[in-house]
T-cell receptor, first 112, second 111 residues
Framework: EDQVTQSPEALRLQEGESSSLNCSYT??????LFWYRQDPGKGPEFLFT???AGEEKEKERLKATLTKKESFLHITAPKPEDSATYLC?????????????FGRGTSLIVHP | DGGITQSPKYLFRKEGQNVTLSCEQN?????MYWYRQDPGQGLRLIYY???????QKGDIAEGYSVSREKKESFPLTVTSAQKNPTAFYLC??????????FGQGTRLTVV
């Protein structure tokens, strides 16, 4: 069964303290891995798509990387406004279709 | 502005009542999805539709119904058979295997 596991569940950082979030997946034939940011009471906001092992994407203080078994979201010198829940998803097979299947997310709090 | 619009933002349901959540997109996406989000549970798939007039059950479809009469619209009805409907509901759409884009959600509360 296709599965997505995110760790840690929660992460507290001081402003400027770099760290990484993990997303491990088991899926037959990866069609895409996605990272989203979600603020409280709002819909997830798309950040990155990764398609193949070795691929990397960057946006401001965020950098996403992909291996054959997992993806990392690296946060460099975070600021309090980076506080949010970060969700990982993969395209998982459902019958003849592929459906975005999500992990439970990592709740990040950055203290000033 | 292209995007996904969900309405209402807040919805209150009485016991035994059916309620319908609206989802409209103008991104010309073929696929649309409904997810339910509970604290600590992540996003769980309720229903999805790949084309007009066709839809499939997700992992937690019991007590819900949908329709897809137009490409732009994918309304979700929470029926009285859904015994624990209080949750945050998210609608999304995508094209092919590309990333899904989400609406701002509807928070449903049973009163």
């Amino acid at each position: 069964e296709d599965q997505v596991t995110q760790s840690p569940e929660a992460l507290r950082l001081q402003e400027g303290e770099s760290s990484s979030l993990n997303c491990s997946y088991t899926v037959s034939g990866l069609r895409g891995l996605f990272w989203y940011r979600q603020d409280p009471g709002k819909g997830p906001e798309f950040l990155f798509t990764l398609y193949s092992a070795g691929e990397e994407k960057e946006k401001e203080r965020l950098k996403a990387t992909l291996t054959k078994k997992e993806s990392f979201l690296h946060i460099t010198a975070p600021k309090p406004e980076d506080s949010a829940t970060y969700l990982c998803a993969v395209q998982a097979r459902a019958g003849g279709s592929y459906i975005p299947t999500f992990g439970r997310g990592t709740s990040l709090i950055v203290h000033p | 502005d292209g995007g996904i619009t969900q309405s209402p933002k807040y919805l209150f349901r009485k016991e035994g009542q059916n309620v319908t959540l609206s989802c409209e997109q103008n991104l010309n996406h073929d696929a649309m999805y409904w997810y339910r989000q509970d604290p600590g549970q992540g996003l769980r798939l309720i229903y999805y539709s790949q084309i007009v007039n066709d839809f499939q059950k997700g992992d937690i479809a019991e007590g819900y119904s949908v329709s897809r009469e137009k490409k732009e619209s994918f309304p979700l009805t929470v029926t009285s058979a859904q015994k624990n409907p209080t949750a945050f509901y998210l609608c999304a759409s995508s094209w092919g295997f590309a990333e899904a884009f989400f609406g701002q959600g509807t928070r449903l509360t049973v009163v």
